[in-house]
């Protein structure tokens, strides 16, 4: 099984400031499967970045995906007060498939 | 418009049973593996169980295996998730998801196992 790994457990930022969050696996991902998502609370989560670095629809250029292999990175350029939640990662080919989250939280 | 709607949570006793169903709407429901994933309280996202389009293949994490049964009525566009023999740690909410890649979830559905 491939296990992601997701850090820092918590960032703590302040608005205007940009936000790096990793997300890495113990074998190397196909990209193509790599995805990321945003939940608020008492919310489902929502589809952010499919395929390791392309945007879901309406989400804003603020957000970007990178990386490869077994490092993945996901930044928020610039972040906004509705920025502020936790953000998964996924690998959808193979189980498990989330890492533990990453909660951005202001700062 | 995709909507998932999930529901048949609410609060059971160790050792006891329930049925979660998700109706789905505004796609080919068919056509689309589907999958159950919970959020224990204050805890991170756990994929709980698979199934194929066809209801022909299921999936099933460790945790569940053995007690939980998904299935399927592509006739209804509707998802089920029936949950026996059921443990304090289950207590979660659990979110539908069209698989496997998430575009859409269930609004979650509440399921709380205590005595």
């Known amino acids: 099984e491939i296990v992601l790994t997701q850090s820092p457990g918590t960032l703590s930022l302040s608005p205007g400031e940009r936000a790096t969050l990793s997300c890495r696996a113990s074998q190397s991902v196909n990209s193509s499967y790599l995805a990321w998502y945003q939940q608020k609370p008492g919310q489902a989560p929502r589809l952010l970045i499919y395929?390791?670095?392309s945007r879901a629809t309406g989400i804003p250029d603020r957000f970007s995906g990178s990386g490869s292999g077994t490092d993945f990175t996901l930044t928020i350029s610039r972040l906004e007060p509705e920025d502020f939640a936790v953000y998964y990662c996924?690998?959808?080919?193979?189980?498990?498939?989330f890492g533990g989250g990453t909660k951005v939280e202001i700062k | 418009e995709v909507q998932l709607k999930d529901s048949g949570g609410g609060l059971v006793q160790p050792g006891g049973s329930l049925r979660l169903s998700c109706a789905a709407s505004?796609?080919?429901?068919?056509?689309?593996?589907m999958s159950w994933v919970r959020q224990a309280p204050g805890k991170g996202l756990e994929w709980v169980s698979s199934i194929s389009g066809s209801g022909g293949t299921t999936y099933y994490a460790g945790s569940v295996k053995g007690r939980f049964t998904i299935s399927r009525d592509n006739s209804k566009n509707t998802l089920y998730l029936q949950m026996n023999s059921l443990r304090a740690e289950d207590t979660a909410v659990y979110y539908c998801?069209?698989?496997?890649?998430?575009?859409?979830w269930g609004q979650g559905t509440l399921v709380t196992v205590s005595s």
């Open positions: 996924q690998q959808y080919g193979s189980s498990p498939p």
């Open positions: 395929a390791a670095s």
């Open positions: 998801a069209k698989w496997p890649l998430v575009d859409y």
């Open positions: 505004g796609f080919t429901f068919s056509s689309y593996a």
